[in-house]
């Protein structure tokens, strides 16, 4: 009765008038330049509009070019306008956020002709808090002088017109450390209390996605709200509601979920949090309890009063003592865990690790919490720290009360902002306090992944201690389950046509989801991939495991490089490999003029804008450079995949995962690992055809593409283009002759 009700009531959003305008001669080829009717995208709109129209979760795949953004864009809107109701789109980079944001939904509006606002919202770290930059500036005599320096400069840049607070936005880098000073912080945060408030810029972007009907956030942002919004301190989260959501970039979201989830605490971490309060720099002491106590000296001199004379010497002789208590015990458990995890890699260094070197993972199994080691060493040094912790954040707080118990106005209004501060800071000490307990109370389980990481910086090596969720899909369902609309799109959700993976991972099942209508759809892309793009697979390298192999390969990619003229990308698996290669031909390839970047240069969007602006371009990255990434034209029209980017199946949360696939009885190979790199392997193909007029080639060194039985699953899963496994030499004459014979593309 009420089914048939609810398909007799016209629907919020009629099909043929949304698609209608997306005919030749409708709006929106008016006001969107070079638009052409795409059957894939109008297809995808039709499918949007009905999960709008029927409380749908949708999967779409779109293929590069479908034009996806368009077609969840255009329904959002028109449901926003319709309703009243909010939409938000989260995606996992700042590039789309920004064509959604000042390209795509302005000219949408325009051409909609609909009075609808859209707004952007970011973390708050990523602001510049007034109150603290007020209060650095008074502060400026206490601070080494390179801060000063740079807080000199924000208030420049704070004082410019156009300045939108954003640190984004600032026309220099700068240190974490002066940002510490100055960011705005949930925990240091007085809110409305605030005499900023009004002009905030966190609170005023907050204010403009109130007003607006389509907020634009990041995953890692709307999983906050999720939380917050879950937890009884504050159900009304970060975002204003909404009841239609649309995750662009969504074959990322496992993992951003499992690394938000994940709780952690590093050696570095304790130690800037510590700095925050007290430090040495250039021979004197900075921090917050240095500025309390200079602010004591100041308004009373030598004449401090009765009252206030405890609190002045506890900030004189206890305090101290107990920050070096937590500085010391933090330097012996720290130190205690990096010799244990020396141990275990000399334990596990038979198993395949090809960690890169700058980052080393060594899991933490039940087992190990019994060795002697463990129980005589580490396990003390947590519970230890752990109470120093809670000592020193205990005494911090005390302080704070103790002041706001005097009777002296004025100079409670003088350190406000300071004791603010440093309340904020004691928190989280006392809640890292409980966190480093955990991690000893509780010991691994079969639900996380536990491990001790190393990363190598400059000056130092930071060991931290990681506990991540193994499963995170229980957790998507219970929150997917609650909006009417989600939409979850990419140009690789599947692997091998199915989208049996993301849905599992993602808890996208009729098992999960009793109630909802799950559909799913595969549109590929309108490019004609078997003219534009040539695949070739080389045969006569060694094994990727073979020992020869790096060195084969890095001799291959300068041969390759030539071929192309540059212009390439070189796709690694791993930091070393990707070093060692570099180093191999580095003087060979400038030899030939070539402007060469590599990962770890310099900041992502520096590299990329490098890459496009000069000829003969070669960049060499790992992970993150094989997504994300937009270059249309010739400045990319060759991409080198060294190996099949299979994740190292001894990185601990792999590992895990694998056990707790086997351990259900299915084949964590064929389930996880293999479906996981072909969406990897699908998006650094997807690197070199950004446009109908794109051409060029993807070399793959690691011909386990075609010799393994799972191979197949890799080619099947991309756009059908030509391909040809083949010697080095037959692959450079092949990739010569379909450069010439594409010429006339890069004339169009
Ligand atoms: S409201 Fe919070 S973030 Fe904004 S200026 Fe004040 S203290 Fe800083």
């Known amino acids: 009765m009420s089914s048939s009700h609810a398909s007799l009531r016209a629907p919020v959003l009629p099909p043929d008038e949304v698609t209608a305008l997306l005919a030749p001669d409708g709006p929106i080829s008016a006001y969107f330049s070079q638009f052409e009717m795409r059957e894939a995208q109008y297809k995808m709109l039709e499918r949007i509009v009905e999960a709008f129209n029927d409380k749908q979760i949708s999967l779409i795949e779109a293929g590069t070019g479908t034009g996806k953004s368009l077609a969840y864009l255009i329904p959002s809107l028109l449901w926003a306008h319709k309703t009243n109701e909010r939409v938000v789109i989260s995606t996992n980079t700042i590039p789309l956020q920004e064509q959604l944001l000042h390209k795509d939904i302005p000219r949408l509006i325009k051409a909609l002709n609909l009075p609808i606002k859209a707004a952007l919202m970011k973390g708050m770290n990523n602001f510049l808090c007034l109150r603290k930059l007020h209060e650095s500036l008074s502060e400026l005599s206490f601070y080494p002088s390179t801060d000063a320096e740079e807080i000199h400069r924000i208030e420049g840049w704070k004082s410019d017109t156009h300045c939108n607070g954003e640190r984004a936005s600032l026309p220099f880098t700068c240190s974490s450390g002066t940002w510490d000073k100055v960011g705005a912080e949930s925990d240091t945060c007085n809110k409305m209390q605030c005499p900023y408030y009004q002009e905030c810029y966190y609170f005023q972007m907050r204010k403009r996605a109130q007003d607006a009907k389509i907020v634009i956030v990041n995953h890692h942002l709307l999983f906050a709200d999720m939380v917050l919004k879950a937890s009884s301190k504050d159900s009304t989260g970060i975002l204003p509601p909404y009841s239609r959501l649309i995750l662009d970039e969504a074959h990322n979201i496992e993992d951003t979920a499992t690394d938000y989830f994940a709780s952690r605490i590093s050696q570095l971490d ?20 240095i500025v309390l106590k200079q602010r004591i000296l100041e308004k009373y001199k030598d004449k401090i009063p009765h009252e206030l004379k405890p609190i002045y010497n506890r900030l004189t002789f206890d305090l101290p003592g107990l920050r070096q208590d937590v500085l010391t015990q933090t330097r012996h458990l720290f130190e205690a865990l990096f010799n244990f995890s020396q141990t275990m890699v000399s334990k596990q260094q038979k198993k395949e690790r090809e960690s890169p070197h700058s980052e080393q993972k060594l899991r933490l199994h039940a087992a190990d919490y019994s060795v002697h080691a463990w129980t ?3 396990h003390p040094l947590i519970k230890i720290l752990s109470e120093a912790l809670h000592r020193f954040g205990a005494s911090l707080i005390g302080i704070v009360a103790d002041i706001n118990l005097l009777k002296d106005l004025s100079f409670q209004e003088t350190v406000a902002g300071t004791l603010c501060e440093i309340e904020g800071l004691s928190q989280r000490i006392q ?60 140009a690789t959700l599947t692997t091998n046509g199915q989208f049996s993976f993301i849905r599992k991972r993602l808890g996208l099942t009729p098992e999960k989801l009793k109630e909802r209508t799950i559909k799913e759809y595969d549109y590929p892309s309108p490019f004609n991939y078997p003219k534009q793009a040539f695949l070739g697979i080389i045969k006569d390298l060694p094994q990727p495991n073979e020992s020869a192999f790096n060195g084969e390969a890095a001799q291959a990619i300068f041969r390759l490089i030539e071929a192309s ?26 030899a030939r003029h070539y402007n060469l970047s590599k990962q770890g240069d310099a900041d992502r969007h520096q590299l990329i804008k490098r890459f496009v602006s000069t000829e003969r371009s070669v960049l060499f990255g790992t992970d993150s450079f094989w997504e994300g990434i937009d270059i249309v034209g010739e400045a990319l029209r060759c991409v080198i995949i060294v190996k099949l980017p299979f994740r190292m199946p001894s990185d601990p949360i792999i590992e895990a995962r694998s056990e707790a696939i086997l351990a259900n009885g299915e084949d964590p190979f064929m389930t996880y690992s293999l479906p996981q790199a072909i969406v990897k392997f699908k998006q650094g193909f997807g690197r070199l055809i950004r446009h109908k007029n794109d051409r060029g080639c993807v070399i793959c060194l690691d011909n386990r593409l075609v010799t393994k039985r799972y191979g197949v699953q890799f080619l099947n899963s991309l756009p059908p283009c030509q391909k040809v496994h083949d010697s080095l030499d037959a692959i450079i004459e092949q990739m010569n002759q379909f450069y010439r014979s594409t010429y006339h593309l890069t004339k169009q």
């Not at 955990?438 to 536990?450: E, G, K, M, V, Y």
């Not at 070093?579 to 390839?589: G, H, P, V």
């Open 431 to 490: 809640a890292l306090a409980d966190e480093t307990l955990s991690f000893i109370t509780l010991p691994p389980t079969h639900q996380s992944a536990r491990w001790i990481e190393l990363q190598a910086f400059k000056t130092m090596i930071n060991t931290a201690l990681v506990d991540a969720k193994l499963d995170i899909a229980d957790l998507l369902a219970s929150f997917f389950s609650q909006i009417p609309t989600v939409i979850l799109c990419s």
């Open 565 to 590: 003229r540059g212009s390439a990308f070189v796709l690694f698996t791993s930091y070393s490999m990707m070093t060692e290669c570099f180093q191999a031909i580095k003087d060979s390839l400038l």
């Open 376 to 378: 005589q060493g580490i």
């Open 270 to 289: 304790i130690v800037r949090l510590l700095a925050r309060l007290t430090t040495e720099k250039g021979g004197r002491e900075h921090g917050k309890l």
